[in-house]
Each structure stands twice: as structure tokens, then as C-alpha cells.
């Protein structure tokens, strides 16, 4: 099955500079990468995902790319605000079981003003 | 759109007894659900999938006896914690999908629902 790593598990940044996420996955087969952000007792929110027809995508400060070569995917957070400061997840398909995504450790980001 | 509810956000029982939470999706029909557990800090855990009228499929380590599932129309699924115990005591977060989505893949999540046992 699947298996997803996460890193960093937490991240400080200052306000207005660049957060980086990174994901490895296990199953070559995966072709959909989504980003959820969860804030502290609710659900989780997707922010942007990638298919593995495309190396990257943008949607405005944040953008995420993959390598599907070495398996491995990121997320890009720039100019950060404090309203950035979240948990992270990735997530990759449990290609073997139709619809089941597998989740990422997670990684908490925290804005310093 | 693409709504999902759950019901209770909240709930604290005593030890042994059962609750009963609710996953609706409201605005579309959902092909399949899934139930996650969160502990403080860690990440969504799948517990089981379940599908319309078809009996749910439980994760490696999750008793299907204690975490009754009943998904009983395209829009309505239960998750039931039986005897319920401290160790039980988590947060419970549904999830739906749709076969209209842009991706099988993509789920859209219910607000979840603390459950604390005294």
C-alpha cells in the first residue's frame, strides 16, 4: 500500500518569508496530491492540489510541485501571514483501494510576526 | 457546494456507553464516505469505508464490532462508538466523495465531532 512521509513535523517562519513542505510517497502509481491546512478543532480544508500530469501548480501565494520521477512533492507558501500558521497535511491514493487517500504525519507552520 | 455536516460537533458520555454520530453530504449524492480519528497533534487516521447499502470496510487494528458503521442512503452515514471508553476519546471527522468531482480521489470533509468519555 501506500506509504506517505512528511517533513518538516514543524516549521517556523518569519512573516513575509517563504514556507517550504515536503512529501515523499511510496506507490508509483499515484496520480492525485492534494494539500489540506487544519486549524486548531476544525476540519480539514483543502488548499491546492496536483495531478501527475503536471509538474506544478499555482494558485496565488501557494504553489505545489512534483517530481513524480523520485516520488516526492512539495508545497510552497510565499509572502506568509500569520493566518498561514496551520497544521499541513499531503496526502497521496491508496491506488490499490479505490478512493482511499492516506495522509501525511503533518507539519505545523507557525508565522512569527 | 460540495457541503458536508456531521452531527454532534461535541459530545461527552460516560464509560460504556454508545454514541451515535451523523455524516451528511447536503448537496450532492456521495458515491463513497470514510471515517477518520484524530488524536491531539497526530494525523487523520482512516478507520473505514463505506459505500451505500454495502457493508463498511474497516482499517488493519479498527474493531468493526465497537465502530458500527450504517451508511444507509447516498447521503447519510453513522458511525456508532459502542461501550465507549476514555481510550476512545478523540476527534471523529467524516469525509465524502462523488463520482461527479474532478477526482475519485478528492474528498470533502464534515466539521468533525470531539468525543470525550468520562
Known amino acids: 500500500g501506500e506509504n506517505v512521509e512528511q517533513h518538516p513535523s514543524t516549521l517556523s517562519v518569519q512573516e513575509g518569508d517563504s514556507a517550504v513542505i515536503k512529501c515523499t510517497y511510496s506507490d508509483s502509481a499515484s496520480n492525485y496530491f492534494p494539500w489540506y491546512k487544519q486549524e486548531l478543532g476544525k476540519r480539514p480544508q483543502l488548499i491546492i492540489d496536483i495531478r501527475s500530469n503536471v509538474g506544478e501548480k499555482k494558485d496565488q501565494r501557494i504553489a505545489v510541485t512534483l517530481n513524480k520521477t523520485a516520488k516526492h512533492f512539495s508545497l510552497h507558501i510565499t509572502e506568509t501571514q500569520p493566518e498561514d500558521s496551520a497544521v499541513y497535511f499531503c496526502?497521496?491514493?491508496?491506488?490499490?483501494?479505490?478512493?482511499?487517500?492516506?495522509f501525511g504525519s503533518g507539519t505545523r507552520l507557525s508565522i512569527r510576526p | 457546494g460540495a457541503v458536508v455536516s456531521q452531527h454532534p460537533s461535541w459530545v461527552i458520555c460516560k464509560s460504556g456507553t454508545s454514541v451515535k454520530i451523523e455524516c451528511r453530504s447536503l448537496d450532492f449524492q456521495a458515491t463513497t464516505m470514510f471515517w477518520y480519528r484524530q488524536f491531539p497533534k497526530q494525523s487523520l487516521m482512516l478507520m473505514a469505508t463505506s459505500n451505500e447499502g454495502s457493508k463498511a470496510t474497516y482499517e488493519q487494528g479498527v474493531e468493526k464490532d465497537k465502530f458500527l458503521i450504517n451508511h444507509a442512503s447516498l447521503t447519510l452515514s453513522t458511525l456508532t462508538v459502542t461501550s465507549a471508553h476514555p481510550e476512545d476519546s478523540s476527534f471523529y471527522i467524516c469525509?465524502?466523495?462523488?463520482?461527479?468531482?474532478?477526482?475519485?480521489?478528492?474528498?470533502?470533509f464534515g466539521p468533525g465531532t470531539r468525543l470525550t468519555v468520562l
Open positions: 496526502a497521496a491514493p491508496q491506488y490499490s483501494s479505490a478512493s482511499k487517500i492516506i
Open positions: 469525509s465524502a466523495s462523488h463520482a461527479l468531482s474532478g477526482s475519485s480521489y478528492e474528498q470533502f
